[in-house]
């Protein structure tokens, strides 16, 4: 299983929006709608943000918002603030039980 | 709310293993599942396998497999990772998390692994 390709980084200025692409196959991606996505802050542990591709936890934010198409999966934010300021990771189901993690996006706010 | 504690920081010598543990608390602990997922330093999550307790059965990610061990233990509600073999770039944060989507996460464990 090879890593979900992520954009090394993505910037953007407060009240801007900017989306963050998840690259897979039709083995991951493209075959589940079980994608996830995760922030985390330096130091800390990642926090679910999406889940099932488009899904928010009571407590995020409406300003993230997620989708699919074909084998790549986005992760949006709008209104960007300074606190959004961190590492996003895509991660989705790849067959038998097992789960794949993307390499990962470092978003500034500039 | 699922809170999920893990062991303390350790250093192991490369050949060495070393066991992790993430003790629940609160919701079930049976009925959902715990991943294990690693950072090494500068890098990148990686899933390594999981365990759903109420069957004792483990996943792992191909890369782990026949090195990683994911066992469970209902009677305390806390779930192991051993690593064996281990090698410098073993050194990680190694954290625990529950559930399908990962929607509950142990605050991770530093394992170095030097000479």
């Known amino acids: 299983q090879s890593a979900l390709t992520q954009p090394a980084s993505v910037s953007g200025s407060p009240g801007q929006s900017i989306t963050i692409s998840c690259t897979g196959t039709?083995?991951?991606?493209?075959?589940?709608?079980?994608v996830s996505w995760y922030q985390q802050h330096p130091g800390k542990a990642p926090k679910l943000m999406i889940y099932?591709?488009?899904k928010r936890p009571s407590g995020v934010s409406n300003r993230f918002s997620g989708s699919k198409s074909g084998n790549t999966a986005s992760l949006t934010i709008s209104g960007l603030q300074a606190e959004d300021e961190a590492d996003y990771y895509c991660?989705?189901?790849?067959?038998?039980?097992?789960?794949?993690f993307g390499t990962g996006t470092k978003v500034t706010v500039l | 709310q699922v809170q999920l504690v893990q062991s303390g920081a350790e250093v192991k010598k490369p050949g060495s293993s070393v066991k992790v543990s993430c003790k629940a608390s609160?919701?079930?602990?049976?009925?959902?599942?715990i991943s294990w997922v690693r950072q090494a330093p500068g890098q990148g999550l990686e899933w390594m396998g999981r365990?759903?307790?109420?069957?004792?059965?483990?996943n792992y990610a191909q890369k782990f497999q026949g090195r990683v061990t994911i066992t469970a233990d209902k009677s305390t509600s806390t779930a192991y990772m051993e690593l064996s073999s281990l090698r410098s770039e073993d050194t990680a944060v190694y954290y625990c998390?529950?559930?399908?989507?990962?929607?509950?996460w142990g605050q991770g464990t530093l394992v170095t692994v030097s000479s």
């Open positions: 099932e591709g488009s």
């Open positions: 039709s083995s991951d991606v493209g075959s589940y709608n079980l």
């Open positions: 991660c989705s189901y790849a067959g038998s039980s097992t789960l794949v």
């Open positions: 365990i759903i307790p109420i069957l004792g059965i483990a």
């Open positions: 998390a529950s559930g399908k989507p990962l929607d509950y």
């Open positions: 609160g919701g079930t602990f049976s009925s959902y599942t």
